[in-house]
């Protein structure tokens, strides 16, 4: 019964919840997603000067 239930509910949501549903659960995009904001954040931090002048200060900002 609740599995049918889970089915109505998931026929209600847009294609891409659903397709944001499925790569959530996909541990090989969740590691490449990692990646890329891990070097995103590097490049900032090295390209950053900041007010401490450490690369960080993006990281305090609002």
């Known amino acids: 019964m609740q599995a049918a239930e889970n089915v109505k509910k998931d026929l209600s949501l847009s294609p891409r919840i659903m397709e944001l549903r499925k ?13 890329r904001i891990a070097v995103i954040m590097s490049r900032h931090i090295v390209d ?3 007010v401490t002048g450490n690369g960080v200060d993006f990281l305090l900002r609002r």
């Open 23 to 35: 790569k959530i659960n996909d541990e090989n995009y969740i590691n490449s997603a990692v990646d």
């Open 48 to 50: 950053s000067q900041g």
